[in-house]
């Protein structure tokens, strides 16, 4: 038994000496236009939705359904969100493009767990470009987004622009359409599946 215990704690011991090696040597490449390995990505993926699914848990959700909540919504999405996040009329940006990983298409997909999107919109997710919005927003205006959202994907262009005032904001202070961007399109492809399992990582 002990000479099994020593053989264990030997190869723990070989195995993170291996690892940092590996971290200080700068082999591996950090930019953000080369994905993950699958490995990383998959564990990355787990440890980010545990965690928000474990620090939402137990936050109570207002109503979301009042039509001032939903308007004040529409107009901090527009202003904050859009460059990232997408809207309908605007298929991409010049910003959404380089960002890896990319985040959901919410005015497809939208948000599931309100609690989850409102405690990602104020807190954040480190290894992303999604901001903690609460440093510089009350709970109140963070719920006014987790309301819009969720109506989000059933609007067009028009129902868009009518709720928040303006058109969507394409990084560029302005709005662009996208529509026939095969480039876009790939790459909403390559991440199709992490849309599916985002928790509504905002940005």
Known sequence: MKKTMTIVVLVVVLALAGLAAFVVSGS????????????????????????IE???DGISVPDLDDPQRIQRGAEHYAEMCTSCHLAPGLSQTELRKGLYPQPPDLSKHGVHD??????????G??????????RSHDDAAIWDMVAFVRKLPAMDQAAFEAAAGRAADDGHGGHEHHHDDDG???????HEHADEHDHEHMH
Request: hydrophobic letters at 40%; aromatic letters at 10%.
């Open 114 to 123: 309100p609690a989850e999107a409102f405690w990602v919109i104020k807190h």
């Open 184 to 190: 876009a399109q790939g790459g909403d492809d390559h």
């Open 28 to 51: 591996y490449d950090i930019g953000a236009d080369k994905p993950h390995w699958a490995l990383t990505e998959r564990v990355i993926g787990t440890l980010r939705d545990r965690s």
């Open 54 to 56: 474990r620090h939402a």
């Open 125 to 134: 997710v480190k290894l992303t470009a999604m901001p903690a919005w609460g």
